[in-house]
């Protein structure tokens, strides 16, 4: 399938994209779910999301705050690059050397279905956080990048591993996929108020 798609470079660039388009969706549902049944048990700080991309942050916590729908499932500012990188990685398979255009792909769409399952399983805790939870959990932000930080590492050891057995560039793609989802994490914490000795969360 992937020989098949560098052979239909038009065609990775649509998938691309709806990789792309979908980290939006899910991104949507989880925060509809949050909003209507988790917030009272989930709160983060001292910036209260689920969104970890900055640019991304203010739209989505914006989404439900005075209708309780999602005013957009079609985001300029998401749906704009997102349209614009699909069609780079489509013209980048013309150009660059037909020994490294699977580990390419694997690299890019790796790089989200690692954001696209994370966004899944979140939003299949929150569907399962509607029954059988009590209590309110406060979490810095900064920890939350270093608890999901550790998650992408792990998943890397385990793709890395895979790549070893399988000997398959497009698995060695998703693994450097990985690392840099976790890098890209470590790169966003940077922006975040560093934790407080005291550490006092917002309820007092």
Not at 26 to 43: C, G
Not at 165 to 176: E, K
Request: contains cysteine; proline residues 4%; hydrophobic residues 50%.
């Amino acid at each position: 399938m992937v020989e098949w798609c560098i052979s239909h470079p038009w065609i990775t660039g649509v998938v691309t994209f709806f990789l792309m388009w979908s980290d939006w969706l899910l991104t949507v549902l989880q925060e509809r779910e949050r909003h209507l049944h988790y917030a009272e048990h989930y709160q983060s700080y001292p910036i209260n999301t689920i969104e970890g991309h900055p640019v991304y942050r203010s739209i989505i916590n914006k989404l439900y705050q005075s209708t309780g729908r999602a005013r957009r499932i079609i985001e300029p500012k998401h749906i704009i690059p997102a349209l614009i990188l699909s069609a780079l990685v489509a013209y980048a398979l013309i150009w660059i050397p037909q020994n490294i255009r699977v580990l390419f792909i694997g690299y890019v769409w790796g790089l989200y279905l690692i954001v696209d399952m994370t966004h899944f399983g979140n939003l299949l805790g929150y569907i399962a956080g509607r029954h059988g939870l009590h209590g309110k959990q406060y979490l810095h932000l900064r920890t939350g990048y270093l608890m999901q930080m550790g998650r992408y590492l792990a998943l890397t050891v385990f793709l890395i591993l895979l790549a070893v057995c399988s000997a398959s560039l497009f698995i060695v793609g998703v693994a450097i996929a990985g690392v840099s989802s976790a890098v890209r994490q470590f790169v966003f914490m940077q922006k975040i108020p560093a934790i407080d000795a005291a550490d006092e969360p917002p309820s007092t």
